[in-house]
T-cell receptor
Framework: SQELEQSPQSLIVQEGKNLTINCTSSKTLYGLYWYKQKYGEGLIFLMMLQKGGEEKSHEKITAKLDEKKQQSSLHITASQPSHAGIYLC??????????????FGKGTHLIIQP | EAQVTQNPRYLITVTGKKLTVTCSQNMNHEYMSWYRQDPGLGLRQIYYSMNVEVTDKGDVPEGYKVSRKEKRNFPLILESPSPNQTSLYFCASSTGTGVHRAYNEQFFGPGTRLTVL
C-alpha cells in the first residue's frame, strides 16, 4: 500500500513567518489531497492536486505537486494563529479502499507563536 | 448546506455491547467510507462503499461491519466492541471517480470519539 511521509512531524513558527510542509511518496501520486484538522475535530479540505507540476493557491496557502508526482509541498505565507492545527496529506487509490480511498500521512502539527 | 453528519459525536461504552455509529450525507454522493484515527498511526480506512448495496473492506476492517441500504446513509456497526477500538472515527463521502473519472473533494464528517472500557 501507499506510504506517505510527512515532514516535519511538528513545526513551531512565529506569527508572520512563512513555512513549508512536505509530503513524499514512494510511488506515483494520483489525486493528492491536503486537509487541515483542528485538534480532535473534523477534517477541512484545503486542496487537491492531480497533475505533475500543478500548483493551487487559496488565500495564503499554496500547494504544489512535483513533475514526477511523488512529492507535494504545502506553503503558508505570513502565518497567522488561525493556521495552527494538524495538516494531513492523503493519496487516493493506493490502499484497499478503491480509487477513492485515501491513504494518509501521519500529519504535521503546526503551532503558531504570537 | 452540503454536509456529512455523524451520530453520536461522543460515546463511552463497555466491552461487548453492540453499537452503531450513523453517517449521513446530503450531497447524493456515491462513494462513502469510514476511517479511524489513532495517535502515531494516523487515519486509516475501515470500510468503503461505492454505491448502494456495494461495500468492501478497507485497510483495517476487523471488528467492524457496515451496510449501505440507502445512498445517503452508511452506518458503522461494532458487534462486540473491544478496548482496541477506542478511537476517533470519521465518515467521508465523495462523488467517486467512477462517475466523473477525476478525483473530487472528499467531505468528512465531524468525527465520533468512541471509548470502549
Amino acid at each position: 500500500s501507499q506510504e506517505l511521509e510527512q515532514s516535519p512531524q511538528s513545526l513551531i513558527v512565529q506569527e508572520g513567518k512563512n513555512l513549508t510542509i512536505n509530503c513524499t511518496s514512494s510511488k506515483t501520486l494520483y489525486g493528492l489531497y491536503w486537509y487541515k484538522q483542528k485538534y480532535g475535530e473534523g477534517l477541512i479540505f484545503l486542496m487537491m492536486l492531480q497533475k505533475g507540476g500543478e500548483e493551487k493557491s487559496h488565500e495564503k496557502i499554496t500547494a504544489k505537486l512535483d513533475e514526477k508526482k511523488q512529492q507535494s509541498s504545502l506553503h503558508i505565507t505570513a502565518s497567522q494563529p488561525s493556521h495552527a492545527g494538524i495538516y494531513l496529506c492523503g493519496a487516493a487509490g493506493r490502499g484497499r479502499g478503491g480509487a477513492d480511498g485515501l491513504t494518509f500521512g501521519k500529519g504535521t502539527h503546526l503551532i503558531i507563536q504570537p | 448546506e452540503a454536509q456529512v453528519t455523524q451520530n453520536p459525536r461522543y460515546l463511552i461504552t463497555v466491552t461487548g455491547k453492540k453499537l452503531t455509529v450513523t453517517c449521513s450525507q446530503n450531497m447524493n454522493h456515491e462513494y462513502m467510507s469510514w476511517y479511524r484515527q489513532d495517535p502515531g498511526l494516523g487515519l486509516r480506512q475501515i470500510y468503503y462503499s461505492m454505491n448502494v448495496e456495494v461495500t468492501d473492506k478497507g485497510d483495517v476492517p476487523e471488528g467492524y461491519k457496515v451496510s449501505r441500504k440507502e445512498k445517503r446513509n452508511f452506518p458503522l456497526i461494532l458487534e462486540s466492541p473491544s478496548p482496541n477500538q477506542t478511537s476517533l472515527y470519521f465518515c467521508a463521502s465523495s462523488t467517486g471517480t467512477g462517475v466523473h473519472r477525476a478525483y473530487n473533494e472528499q467531505f468528512f464528517g465531524p468525527g465520533t470519539r468512541l471509548t470502549v472500557l
